[in-house]
């Protein structure tokens, strides 16, 4: 099977594709499997459609008559919900994660070592486990890209021991933090450092976390989007990368999941330092069964939100989800991170 590079933007409710070619499909790997692409080449923008789903139809322009039938096949199965993960993919999947790593493997030697306080102690079993075991069946999910630097580390991980999964999932507004309502900007006072207001949340979202701070276009100097998905891809030098563009309250809906192959987590890092938007990309993730027995959490500003930011969003999920169960999780041989889970239950 093939797992081409589908970077994808959404923006309010439209999608913004780019493909290299047509896409040569069945009907099911269009709404849930593989996307095939008949041509590798740098793809070019489709332009932005209106509407949920509209942006499939772009796909089939100028393309055969039985692509446009395929097509609209596949919104009559995504209007009535009738697309949904594979439940042995989810069986499998908690098989993979929820393995004990093997000692033999020992700790990951990362060529970025600020990735040894928050990530590794997160990740590293997950990628002993898989260079050993077939993880293929199993995604990795990146909330908050900003410069990429986390997604690169945790793709040269990977790559560094062999260790194998489908697809790399970036999402991002690529505009910056939204607007959370009681984040607008509001200067330090004289002689305070970012470090001194750590653990207040209010205080942070404020002064660090207001409305376009950590915006994509200002860190790559570009507004041009495939521009800087072009620098984004060079920084990660991973083809199993993929990138959904749009505010979480727009992009991370039913017909996202429907209609893209995702496949149950295999490492969720969350980076998006406000509580809405921790808790959007929480429970798109519960939602739809894309937290399976295994799956580990890795929260970046677990500690400098403190209790009203991202540890506020992973209490009210499980309060939400009262299936879904999590537990302080480490990988052995690395010190605790307050800011690592593993999914123990979600049934």
Request: hydrophobic share 40%; charged share 20%.
């Amino acid at each position: 099977m093939s797992s081409n590079r589908f970077p994808v933007g959404l923006l309010s409710g439209a999608v913004l594709g780019a493909f290299g070619g047509w896409l040569l499909s069945t009907q099911q790997s269009l709404c849930r499997g593989d996307w095939y692409s008949a041509s590798p080449s740098k793809a070019t923008a489709v332009a932005e459609q209106s509407g949920e789903y509209s942006w499939l139809k772009t796909l089939c322009q100028g393309a055969p008559a039985d692509c446009q039938r395929t097509v609209e096949s596949c919104l009559a199965q995504t209007r009535k919900g009738e697309v949904s993960a594979p439940a042995s993919a989810v069986s499998a999947a908690a098989s993979v994660a929820s393995a004990t790593p093997n000692s033999g493997i020992t700790k990951v030697r990362t060529q970025f070592p600020w990735m040894r306080k928050k990530r590794l102690p997160c990740m590293s079993a997950v990628v002993s486990n898989c260079s050993q075991r077939d993880c293929s069946h199993m995604d990795l999910y990146q909330f908050g890209i900003f410069q990429a630097t986390s997604m690169a580390g945790i793709a040269a991980e990977f790559r560094t021991f062999n260790a194998n999964y489908s697809r790399f999932w970036g999402f991002d507004s690529f505009q910056g933090l939204p607007d959370e309502g009681t984040n607008h900007r509001a200067a330090l006072p004289p002689n305070f450092s970012q470090r001194q207001i750590q653990g207040d949340y209010d205080k942070m979202a404020k002064a660090v976390w207001f409305p376009g701070s950590f915006n994509m276009r200002q860190a790559f100097r570009t507004s041009n989007f495939m521009k800087m998905i072009d620098a984004v891809e060079e920084k990660i030098n991973d083809p199993r990368a993929n990138f959904i563009r749009g505010f979480y309250n727009e992009s991370l809906t039913a017909a996202t999941f429907r209609l893209l192959p995702f496949r149950p987590a295999l490492y969720v890092d969350i980076d998006v330092d406000l509580y809405s938007s921790t808790y959007q990309a929480l429970e798109w993730l519960a939602q739809f069964g894309l937290l399976v027995p295994g799956t580990i959490i890795g929260y970046d500003d677990w500690v400098t939100g403190g209790e009203n930011g991202e540890q506020r969003a992973h209490k009210d999920i499980l309060e939400k989800f009262p299936k879904l169960r999590m537990a302080p999780y480490t990988s052995p041989g690395y010190s605790h991170w307050p800011g690592c889970f593993i999914v123990t239950e979600t049934r």
